[in-house]
């Protein structure tokens, strides 16, 4: 059964009125894992500075963690109130129980929290963004240095929210032991900017880190062909886990942004990972919310997720979408570019 760490500290992070990134959030996932996960608080404690300090510079969580206090704006998109630190404290305390959690054998771990994370880099601000996009510490990556620091040899980033997760991207760029990949809207039409094909990695991490940017409009039929390639690439890596940077705002709903997937899309997600479980080609996975701004879809596909996690095959909660043939001919030259770098590595 899918485990879900939840704390009412993820709650305790607000965000000015009309702020897409609200408390609510986390609500409606709960509310659609209503009977179908174990639902646990964090079990273990550990130090916020110490444990964020993984993945980011010491002098900017102390500057966050300062401007708790006081609360206020780390830029135009990203705000820190009052409870921002309690939230960060319940999200790093989860980050280590799933940790735990995998090392002991579960093989499905949802964490429901905020903020979220995938924007936020090294210094905070990553790879030029103009903010941080509602991200303070980056939750995806704090929990891999936990996987690789607890004994796993590697593990794979797979970050199917609608933007480019640039925080990650910078954070694991030169290394081969977090394996990046990402699927996301087409860098010229959204927020960061980032996240083209030929950013492959560097050093180490050449051929580790994988850009699918879509362009908008991208429906179903397009996205299940992506899928191919990239569970191929995760079969030759062998990740120990799969950390899933779970953002529900590639859904056709979103008021952000301007892909065309259904939740049918999510849940081939869902079915891939659990095949690479089932088969052995990696130990067990974890989700940790990403963005996401319509109520419902989170609702709904935190409610897939769990029933894919126990088990169930087949789930109809919408019907798929497909592409137009104009936007087919710009996911095409993508798809050749892609095949024509990625040939030499997976
Ligand atoms: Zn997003």
Do not use: E, F
């Given at each position: 059964m899918l485990v879900t760490v939840h704390d009412e500290g993820y709650l305790r992070h607000e965000t000015p009125s009309n702020h897409p990134e609200s408390p609510n959030r986390v609500l409606s996932a709960l509310s659609g894992l209503s009977g179908l996960a174990k639902v646990i608080k964090p079990m273990v404690n550990v130090d916020l500075i110490e444990t964020a300090g993984l993945v980011h510079e010491y002098h900017y969580v102390e500057y966050v963690t300062s401007l708790c206090a006081t609360g206020g704006w780390l830029d135009q998109d990203t705000y820190v109130s009052k409870g921002t630190c309690d939230a960060l404290n319940s999200s790093v305390n989860a980050l280590a129980t799933a940790v735990n959690l995998l090392k002991s054998?579960?093989?499905?771990?949802?964490?429901?929290?905020?903020?979220?994370g995938h924007h936020a880099g090294f210094r905070g601000r990553a790879l030029m963004a103009s903010t941080q996009g509602f991200c303070i510490l980056n939750n995806?990556?704090?929990?891999s240095s936990l996987l690789l620091k607890g004994g796993a040899s590697r593990v794979a980033v797979l970050d199917i929210d609608a933007h480019h997760g640039n925080g990650t991207q910078e954070i694991f760029y030169n290394t081969s032991r977090v394996f990046?990949?990402?699927?996301?809207?087409?860098?010229?039409?959204?927020?960061?900017?980032?996240?083209?094909?030929?950013e492959t990695g560097v050093g180490d991490g050449e051929g580790f880190n994988m850009n699918i940017p879509l362009p908008p409009m991208t429906g179903d039929d397009l996205y299940k062909i992506i899928l191919r390639p990239i569970e191929n690439a995760l079969r030759e890596y062998k990740p120990d886990y799969v950390v899933v940077s779970l953002g529900f705002d590639a859904h056709y709903l979103d008021p952000l942004t301007n892909l065309n997937l259904s939740l049918n899309s999510y849940i081939e997600v869902f079915l891939m990972i659990r095949r690479l479980i089932n088969e052995g080609v990696t130990g067990g996975s974890v989700y940790v919310l990403e963005g996401?701004?319509?109520?419902?879809?989170?609702?709904?596909?935190?409610?897939?997720?769990?029933m894919v996690s126990n088990g169930v095959d087949s789930i109809r909660i919408e019907d798929p979408t497909r592409t137009d043939a104009g936007v087919v001919k710009y996911f095409n030259k993508m798809i050749e570019q892609h095949k024509a770098l990625f040939t030499q590595y997976w």
């Open positions: 054998g579960v093989r499905y771990v949802y964490l429901p929290l905020r903020p979220p995806a990556a704090i929990i990046y990949i990402s699927t996301h809207q087409d860098p010229r039409t959204l927020y960061p900017g980032t996240g083209y094909v030929n996401g701004y319509n109520s419902d879809v989170i609702k709904q596909g935190s409610r897939a997720l769990a």
